[in-house]
């Protein structure tokens, strides 16, 4: 009888947009969501205008309005089929992750460790695919913002999922 081999794999997905990276080295404070439009586990938020709300970060958004990212924590996806892609209502209880390592969406460029973190803030006919509020790895020339704060820390998965790391606490 002949050896039966099995393999498994080289390499493993980072997981899920919004799930943390790794402990114990994160702060995470809830906040309670702002805006009219819903947020996606693993955006990037800001304060919305009364200053207690979290919003995605969009259009108007600046490096130094950046508070953290919404992470995937206690409340699961609302659709079966598509267990990465949950959000948060208006007015529900969000997670701010503000410090550690998550796992996010990069939408555009190639993240490397200790790569610079981008936001898109303007949106480019260019890159159809790169919406407005979601990560990058690569400068946009003016419609992109730098997050200081943060830096990759490894390349993105198969899912286009790449560990971000937050080094400090911006807008506690």
Same mark, same amino acid.
């Given at each position: 009888? $002949?050896?039966n081999?099995q393999?498994i794999?080289?390499g493993?997905?980072n997981?899920q947009a =919004?799930s943390y #990276? +790794?402990?114990?080295d994160m702060i995470i404070?809830? +906040?309670?969501a702002?805006g !009219?439009?819903?947020?996606?586990f693993?955006? &990037?938020l800001e304060?919305a205008?009364? =200053? %207690?709300?979290v919003v995605?970060m969009?259009?108007?958004?600046? #490096?130094?309005?950046f %508070?953290?990212i919404? #992470?995937r924590?206690v409340?699961s !996806?609302?659709?079966?089929?598509?267990q990465g *892609?949950g959000e948060?209502? &208006?007015a529900e209880?969000v997670?701010?992750f503000? +410090?550690? !390592?998550i796992? %996010?969406?990069? *939408?555009?460029?190639?993240?490397?460790l $200790?790569?610079?973190?981008?936001?898109r803030?303007?949106?480019?006919g260019?890159f159809?695919? /790169?919406?407005?509020?979601?990560?990058e790895?690569?400068d946009d020339?003016g419609? %992109?913002?730098?997050?200081?704060?943060c830096q990759?820390? =490894? &390349?993105?998965d198969a899912n =286009?999922? #790449?560990?971000l790391?937050?080094l400090?606490?911006?807008? /506690?």
């Amino acid at each position: 009888m $002949g050896l039966n081999t099995q393999v498994i794999g080289t390499g493993m997905p980072n997981g899920q947009a =919004g799930s943390y #990276a +790794r402990q114990p080295d994160m702060i995470i404070n809830t +906040r309670p969501a702002g805006g !009219s439009t819903n947020i996606p586990f693993g955006a &990037p938020l800001e304060y919305a205008a009364d =200053g %207690v709300t979290v919003v995605q970060m969009g259009a108007s958004s600046t #490096a130094d309005k950046f %508070v953290g990212i919404a #992470a995937r924590e206690v409340k699961s !996806s609302l659709n079966y089929l598509n267990q990465g *892609q949950g959000e948060y209502a &208006p007015a529900e209880a969000v997670p701010v992750f503000q +410090r550690g !390592s998550i796992n %996010v969406f990069c *939408q555009r460029g190639t993240p490397s460790l $200790g790569g610079k973190v981008f936001v898109r803030t303007t949106e480019n006919g260019s890159f159809s695919t /790169a919406k407005v509020g979601g990560f990058e790895a690569e400068d946009d020339s003016g419609k %992109v913002v730098e997050l200081t704060n943060c830096q990759w820390a =490894g &390349p993105a998965d198969a899912n =286009g999922i #790449a560990e971000l790391r937050i080094l400090t606490m911006n807008n /506690a």
